[in-house]
């Protein structure tokens, strides 16, 4: 099948600084790809050009299998929904739902019926006569949402149209965004810089860095066999040792154990002497840190999530076994042969 759009060497340079760098990616269609990365990696740059608000400075754009690099954005055929909402304030929400479709020539009675189809999606029919600022920011995400879909879109693009929301409700509305796109089969490319909603909502994630793509997988691929250092650390595992024979290797915090009792050292896996350097209590769990030296004689520090009753078995200045099942350690390529080198401007692993 086709890609439902596809980026080739495709990059975006402003003045001396390139933003996107020759990033190939293909976007699968009615799945939902999430471009995940922190702040200033290019996301945001990358979805302007799918949309054609931006053209590359280099390479080719297709939709559908079509050269659309120089198409304007009204001819893509793409919804859009930004942070922002941007309703028309004095209009009504079935008013704001059915813009697009004014514009797009469509009689009366087809509006009418798109604007219902689309308000019913996002839950908010009942509130069609409303004015935006009577909603809540859910209801009005929700609404800038039944707009995109409204014009049944080709691909549906989204840039962190949660962030705006408190906690709950982005947690919420991460459910119903998977619901609509599951339901309408709609092709989806969310920006997020937030990991657990890229894991919880996609089929496919792309993680980016300085303007590249490190990564390209289902979230359990990626989650489970992080490509290199970057994507490890940005997908929380925080642990990371260089072991005898020269490799790197990481552990997530909560597969980490932490022990008094030197009868722990397991055959196979990671078994490190480490001392106690700080206890947090963190309610459900603890938050213990280590220090050890590792295989290359370096001193690393370590943390263990412990899912305890809230009782510490260690305290700091402990000597204590730090240990890990083979099953755990993920090994990691050798970041210095490694072509995912980052650049002299990258600044996302300072800290
Ligand atoms: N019009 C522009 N002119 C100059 N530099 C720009 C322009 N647009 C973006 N940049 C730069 O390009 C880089 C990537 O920006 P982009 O907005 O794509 O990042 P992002 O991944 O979306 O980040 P965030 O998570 O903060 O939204 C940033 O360093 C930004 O300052
Ligand atoms: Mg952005």
Do not use: W
Request: proline share 5%; net charge negative; glycine share 10%.
């Amino acid at each position: 099948m086709n890609a439902a759009a596809q980026f080739e060497r495709v990059s975006q340079v402003f003045g001396d600084f390139t933003a996107v760098d020759s990033i190939d990616l293909s976007i699968a269609p009615g799945k939902l790809t999430t471009l995940l990365g922190p702040s200033g990696c290019g996301k945001t740059t990358s979805l302007r050009m799918l949309a054609g608000y931006t053209a590359p400075t280099s390479g080719r754009i297709l939709i559908d299998g079509v050269d659309s690099t120089r198409t304007p954005p009204e001819k893509r055929g793409l919804g859009m929904v930004f942070q922002s909402y941007a309703l028309f304030p004095h209009m009504t929400v079935a008013d704001n739902v059915g813009y697009g479709l004014k514009l797009r020539g469509l009689t009366k009675g087809e509006r009418q019926e798109r604007v219902a189809e689309s308000l019913d999606l996002v839950g908010l029919g009942h509130l069609s006569g409303s004015r935006p600022r009577t909603l809540s920011g859910g209801q009005q995400q929700r609404v800038a949402l039944a707009r995109a879909i409204a014009i049944r879109p080709k691909l549906l693009l989204l840039d962190e149209p949660l962030s705006n929301l408190d906690a709950r409700l982005r947690v919420q509305m991460r459910a119903e965004i998977r619901r609509i796109q599951s339901e309408t089969g709609l092709t989806v490319v969310l920006v997020t810089h937030d990991q657990d909603e890229a894991l919880e909502m996609s089929d496919d994630m792309v993680l980016m860095r300085a303007g590249r793509i490190m990564q390209q997988g289902s979230p359990t691929e990626v989650f489970g066999a992080p490509a290199n250092r970057f994507v490890a650390d940005f997908l929380g595992y925080e642990n990371f040792l260089t072991t005898a024979d020269g490799g790197l290797v990481t552990v997530r915090p909560e597969h980490l154990e932490v022990s008094a009792d030197s009868a722990a050292t397991r055959s196979g896996g990671l078994a490190l002497h480490g001392t106690v350097m700080d206890v947090a209590y963190r309610g459900v769990d603890l938050l213990v840190t280590v220090t050890v030296v590792d295989a290359s004689g370096e001193r690393v520090r370590l943390v263990s999530d412990v899912r305890a009753d809230g009782r510490a078995t260690v305290t700091p200045g402990d000597d204590v076994i730090v240990s890990a099942p083979e099953t755990r350690l993920v090994s990691l390529p050798d970041e210095t042969s490694s072509t995912l080198e980052p650049r002299d401007t990258d600044s996302s692993l300072a800290g």
